[in-house]
């Protein structure tokens, strides 16, 4: 008859199971109503659900850098609780979205004009990579490397991303090691290179 220590231990391994199986197949969290709405909203009405934050990129000139612009719970708060979110992302000739994550969902990308280079790196340091064009669509998992690229040193490219999170979050890979305060001796280790290397990359990260 097993003791009272191992049942509680196989119990207590269970439920750690359990939690991490839970955790993989999380997404936002579930809401208990239809929608979210701010304690300070008195009415809610259609104007709730729309947003016009898009409307500024309708005939505007091309961008001159790389440019983001987001409709996410932090700018479109009728998402929260809705596990969707959108990003438009414009890339002018010879730009890249350099590498980054999102740590709460995975990135479907469509292309609507131009050309890209796009890549994500797997688990296994292994990595996948595509030249889309007009019309394709590329996935980037979940918390994954990823990056994408506007080799045409002519012509602009015009993406639209779609997360399966109200706020899927980016962890920009250049920012978050060059542009903190990470003591530079321990990225010089890191990275096998020196401190001058690693504060001439912090330099140029600056804005």
């Given at each position: 008859?097993?003791?009272?220590?191992?049942?509680?231990?196989?119990?207590?391994?269970?439920?750690?199971?359990?939690?991490?199986?839970?955790?993989?197949?999380?997404?936002?969290?579930?809401?208990?109503?239809?929608?979210?709405?701010?304690?300070?909203?008195?009415?809610?009405?259609?104007?709730?659900?729309?947003?016009?934050?898009?409307?500024?990129?309708?005939?505007?000139?091309?961008?001159?850098?790389?440019?983001?612009?987001?409709?996410?719970?932090?700018?479109?708060?009728?998402?929260?609780?809705?596990?969707?979110?959108y990003a438009v992302l414009q890339f002018p000739a010879g730009t890249?979205?350099?590498?980054?994550?999102h740590p709460r969902s995975a990135e479907l990308l469509f292309l609507?004009?131009?050309?890209?280079?796009?890549?994500?790196?797997?688990?296994?340091?292994?990595?996948?990579?595509?030249?889309?064009?007009?019309?394709?669509?590329?996935?980037?998992?979940?918390?994954?490397?990823?990056?994408?690229?506007?080799?045409?040193?002519?012509?602009?490219?015009?993406?639209?991303?779609?997360?399966?999170?109200?706020?899927?979050?980016?962890?920009?890979?250049?920012?978050?090691?060059?542009?903190?305060?990470?003591?530079?001796?321990?990225?010089?280790?890191?990275f096998k290179t020196d401190v001058a290397t690693v504060q001439a990359?912090?330099?140029?990260?600056?804005?």
């Amino acid at each position: 008859m097993a003791s009272a220590s191992s049942t509680f231990k196989f119990l207590s391994l269970l439920a750690a199971l359990c939690a991490v199986a839970e955790m993989a197949i999380s997404g936002d969290p579930d809401i208990l109503s239809d929608f979210v709405a701010p304690l300070n909203l008195t009415t809610v009405d259609g104007a709730f659900f729309t947003f016009t934050g898009m409307r500024a990129l309708v005939g505007a000139p091309p961008a001159s850098a790389f440019k983001v612009s987001k409709a996410s719970a932090a700018e479109f708060p009728a998402l929260i609780g809705q596990s969707v979110s959108y990003a438009v992302l414009q890339f002018p000739a010879g730009t890249t979205n350099p590498p980054h994550t999102h740590p709460r969902s995975a990135e479907l990308l469509f292309l609507v004009d131009g050309s890209l280079q796009v890549g994500f790196v797997d688990t296994a340091n292994k990595l996948f990579t595509q030249t889309l064009q007009s019309g394709d669509m590329f996935i980037f998992p979940k918390g994954l490397v990823h990056f994408q690229y506007n080799a045409d040193s002519q012509n602009s490219a015009l993406a639209i991303s779609a997360f399966g999170s109200a706020s899927a979050g980016t962890v920009s890979l250049p920012t978050t090691l060059f542009a903190t305060s990470i003591d530079d001796n321990i990225l010089a280790k890191a990275f096998k290179t020196d401190v001058a290397t690693v504060q001439a990359l912090k330099a140029g990260l600056k804005p």
